[in-house]
């Protein structure tokens, strides 16, 4: 039977230290365990003693508890540290051209250049920009074949007045649309209140490093190509 007395004052007594460490050295869980584990032995039964494999089960599981909490800590120091390299890293590259798999972008003006993979060749291959209003505007390619298309779109030639339009690919029927790589300058590089990297690229907004798919040179025309 467990004397709640020295419970109280086990926990009190662990506490009173501060930042999660008892006097004696231990850590605040490992201190209560013993003197509730020391205060179990003292008042149990002597007609019907614990079987001691139940406290050395108990402290296997505290143990096992401090290790994964110790390891999650380590785990997210880690993370942050990962983050802050990732952020000096890509700083070099601020400045140069970068493509995003995205299917948004903005209309500013300057010529929008980009690139998608066919798995199959198409007959009535087209980039297909949908404005706010959901009018779409049809940039026609023409039959291509499998693999890698570039395309260029030029934003006064199509009369596209500025703002947000989703892009995306259609290959025609029975072809699967592909994603759209997108490229833009990369003008900064932060790290977001909630951690992580974010990257702002001209023309696209702020993207993750996960989107990223191609670095290149830096500009040497006003366009995103």
Known sequence: ?????????????ATA?????AKNGM???QDMFIRLLVAQVRNQDPLEPKDPSEFVSQLATLSQTEALQTLVSQNNGTAAMLDSLQVLSLGGQVGHTVAVRTSRIDIAGNSVSGSFTLD???QTTAVV????????????LGPRAAGTVDFRIDPAALGLPEGRYSIAVDAGEGVPAPGVDVRGVLSGIRL???GGVQMNVSGIGEVTPA??????????TSSNG
């Not at 191609?214 to 500009?219: A, D, N, S």
Request: no cysteine.
């Open 1 to 13: 039977m467990l004397d709640t007395t020295m419970n109280t004052g086990a926990a009190g007594s």
């Open 17 to 21: 230290s501060g930042d999660g460490v």
């Open 27 to 29: 850590s605040v869980p």
């Open 120 to 122: 199959a060749s198409s």
């Open 129 to 140: 920009l949908t404005a706010a209003d959901g009018r779409k505007h049809r940039v026609e």
């Open 192 to 194: 977001s209140p909630t």
């Open 211 to 220: 989107e990223i798919t191609g670095f290149f040179g830096r500009e040497t």
